[in-house]
């Protein structure tokens, strides 16, 4: 994956992520009171945090279904606490928004391969304009308590773009197997106040 090995200069720049994530709002995110939510929405969230992790290759792309099912179980069929959505709501800032960070640098160091039906100058400004309203709506959304998963995707289609393809190719991303993944746990995730067998 081409933004791999941007990752590791990102470490060491200025503006990389720690100021990044800084920079998104004005309030820590510790100090938002997350709204109450349902075992498929704080679910949803987990699943858009774990698919921004196996983007990158830090947890098995294979595992996720697995993996959600594992936390679904440990929820044991009830929304979580306000703190651990908080939590959840927090790492997703942070590394989506690293994930944005990524391909801002990959675009501005030149290190991206644009379709060649438009000039890559054309290209390069209108990403980094889409990656900045992406990164504002991402702040905007967790806040919010909104979902995410369109600002992934949208994200996910650039990293596509920035791979040479004009649309996202069948096998290349993940987002578009969240609803999957999340309907097949909820219909197998155990319910609030059941009875262990």
Same mark, same amino acid.
């Given at each position: /994956? ?5 990752l590791?200069m990102?470490v $060491?720049?200025p ?5 990044? %994530?800084a ?5 820590? /995110?510790?100090?938002?009171d997350?709204a ?16 921004? +992790?196996?983007? $990158?290759?830090v ?14 179980? +440990?929820?044991e069929?009830?929304?979580? !606490?306000?703190?651990e ?5 927090q ?21 991206a391969i $644009?379709?060649?039906?438009?000039a ?9 304009v ?6 504002r709506?991402?702040?905007? !959304? ?9 600002i992934? =995707?949208?994200?996910e ?9 004009? =649309? ?6 993940l ?10 746990v909820?219909?197998?995730a155990?319910?609030a106040?059941? =009875?262990? %067998?």
């Open positions: /994956m081409k933004i791999l090995p941007v590791g990102l $060491f720049l503006f990389g992520l720690p100021v990044f %994530a920079d998104l709002s004005s309030a820590p /995110m510790a100090a938002i997350p109450p939510v349902s075992v498929r929405e704080a679910l949803s969230r987990y699943l858009s945090l774990e698919m921004v +992790r196996a983007t $990158f290759d947890v098995s792309r294979d595992e996720l279904g697995a993996e959600l099912d594992a936390q679904a179980v +440990r929820w069929g009830a929304p979580p !606490s306000a703190a959505i908080a939590d959840i709501d790492q997703l800032l942070a590394e989506a928004s690293y994930y944005i960070v990524s391909l801002s640098y990959l675009v501005q160091v030149g290190g $644009f379709p060649t039906d438009k890559e100058d054309v290209y390069a400004n209108d990403t980094l889409r990656l900045d309203d992406l990164r709506r991402l702040l905007a !959304s967790i806040e919010e308590g909104a979902d995410v998963l369109p992934l =995707t949208e994200v289609q650039i990293r596509a773009l920035t791979e040479g393809y004009r =649309t996202v190719p069948e096998g290349f991303g987002f578009e197997r969240h609803e999957e993944l999340l309907n097949h909820l219909q197998t155990p319910k106040g059941a =009875t262990p %067998a």
